[in-house]
């Protein structure tokens, strides 16, 4: 955080001194309210009880936003979230950086910023932003989420000709207790976590927006440095953690649609035992919508996630006596959007799921044979300014 | 003079296939005369900010009750004004850009793009002033 602030502070004032004092009109000011409502059948989704439903589902968030100079924005995005025992609504700083833009193939950002990873990471907090309410976890995960999120450090990007951008950035992750990664090791491990911290991360987008109109492709990813997590009864190193993942998305008018693959691999030890040792994972997802009427919009959406892309059948999980169903997750949904004015919308969606990643009950609670299929509804509603 | 200049941004409003309701329209300072749908699609999606020249370029969407604002989403940007609600959503709540000024008659859009260094904005063709002096620029999209 503090490195946060000097950086910011540099770049108003010790790059620009011709830099002047503005007035409170040209700072623009915009902010949200998501609340939402979570029930399963027979499990539990993520870090939630949505088996009982709850409404441990939401996120706020105000943002500041000021041009002082013309090529030259400065922001900051305050945000609170909770979803079951992740965020707890802890008000943090989402983002805060100053981006100068140099040219139109070259601009640098400088503070904590979003990751440009696959078409909606940066956005995912952004309900009104798309139609679904849940993105698939295939591609989003929320247990590795403060992985995937934001990046301090310093970024570069522009666009360049023939339709081409790109965005480079290098920093570290600001990883918090109340993560999901941090939340989920603590109830496998039954202990409470005292640190975390990350050594580096690297981050890369390419993105061409072909000449058919409307049609673009996406290449991006990540490389983490070592994350260590330390806990009473030792310190878990994940020392490897790469992903990457291919898009394509195409806009016409009201109809839209987009898939994404993904490959990631891991490497976690601790006290010198390799918990994984390699491990990749593949997953991927399509999804279309289309907008009916100015007020109505629905979409479609299947995914699909191995854990262990040389183990899709669950197999290892048997040889550890537990369930094969943790070995992959399969999810039809359906999703219905309201827009109840350009500032509130509502939203309400079904997932039918097929294996148990994703699940939050402990293995030994779900007895030797349990159903492969659940059902998990999702409503939301969003204010936006 | 007068009727020379209003037959000649008759011809080039309604010479120009498929799009002749929505005349795109810029700063006289600007340097470009014509942008291709491809670089007028980046600069009203925030991600061309700078004009040849280097100046920033200054985005103006006109959102009166005629209809020309849907007509240039569609024409220009294939985009419902759904999307294009949830495509500067997306650029506000990440940082990435603010949305283009909005103005609520042609009149107000040509008085603002003609007194803004490197303002770009559209009109529909009726909305073209007759004058012997234009005060705005009409830019040509190939």
């Known amino acids: 955080m503090k490195k946060t602030v000097f950086l910011l502070f540099t770049l108003c004032f010790g790059l620009f001194p011709y830099a002047h004092a503005f007035n409170m009109n040209q700072i623009q000011i915009h902010g949200f309210i998501s609340q939402g409502y979570l029930k399963s059948n027979d499990y539990d989704f993520w870090n939630t009880s949505s088996k009982e439903g709850t409404f441990q589902f939401n996120e706020m968030g105000i943002n500041f936003i000021a041009e002082p100079l013309d090529n030259f924005r400065l922001g900051i995005q305050l945000m609170s979230r909770d979803l079951g025992d992740a965020g707890n609504n802890k008000v943090i700083i989402d983002w805060a950086y100053g981006d100068y833009r140099f040219r139109n193939w070259l601009g640098i950002k400088a503070g904590l910023m979003k990751r440009p990873y696959g078409l909606y990471n940066q956005s995912r907090d952004i309900d009104a932003a798309r139609t679904e309410i849940l993105l698939p976890t295939s591609i989003y995960p929320e247990s590795e989420r403060a992985f995937y999120l934001g990046t301090q450090g310093i970024a570069v990007y522009g666009i360049l000709p023939h339709g081409l951008s790109y965005e480079f950035q290098y920093g570290i992750v600001p990883l918090d207790m109340d993560e999901g990664f941090v939340k989920r090791n603590e109830r496998m491990m039954e202990t409470t976590a005292q640190d975390v911290h990350n050594d580096y991360v690297f981050s890369y987008s390419l993105k061409w927006e072909t000449p058919l109109e409307g049609l673009s492709l996406g290449f991006s990813g990540f490389n983490l440095g070592d994350v260590e997590l330390e806990t009473p009864k030792g310190k878990m190193v994940t020392t490897q953690f790469d992903t990457y993942v291919g898009s394509i998305q195409y806009i016409y008018d009201d109809f839209s649609f987009s898939a994404e693959y993904k490959i990631e691999k891991e490497s976690s030890e601790m006290r010198g035992l390799k918990l994984l040792d390699g491990k990749e994972l593949e997953a991927c997802y399509a999804k279309t919508s289309y907008r009916f009427a100015e007020w109505f919009e629905i979409g479609i959406g299947y995914s699909v996630l191995y854990p262990d892309k040389n183990d899709k059948d669950g197999a290892s999980f048997e040889e550890m006596g537990i369930p094969a169903v943790y070995g992959w997750n399969k999810d039809l949904s359906v999703s219905t959007r309201f827009d109840i004015s350009d500032y509130w919308i509502l939203k309400l969606e079904g997932h039918y799921m097929n294996g148990l990643v994703g699940t939050t009950n402990h293995p030994s609670e779900m007895g030797p044979d349990p159903s492969e299929d659940w059902f998990l509804f999702a409503a939301k509603t969003t204010f936006s300014f | ?142």
């Open chain 2, 1 to 142: 003079m007068k009727q020379f200049t209003v037959g000649l941004l008759t011809i080039i409003a309604f010479s120009s296939p498929a799009f002749a309701d929505v005349i795109i329209i810029a700063n006289k300072n600007v340097p470009e005369n014509t942008l291709t749908r491809e670089q007028l699609r980046e600069i009203f999606l925030g991600k061309r900010v700078q004009w040849s020249n280097h100046d920033k370029i200054h985005v103006a969407t006109v959102k009166d009750d005629d209809g020309v604002y849907e007509i240039f989403l569609k024409q220009y940007l294939n985009k419902s004004h759904a999307k294009w609600k949830s495509y500067w959503k997306r650029m506000v709540f990440t940082g990435r850009g603010v949305p283009p000024k909005t103005i609520i008659s042609e009149a107000e859009a040509i008085a603002y793009i003609a007194e803004t260094k490197g303002a770009v904005g559209y009109i529909s063709s009726e909305g073209i002033q007759d004058e012997s002096e234009p005060v705005v620029k009409i830019i040509k999209i190939k």
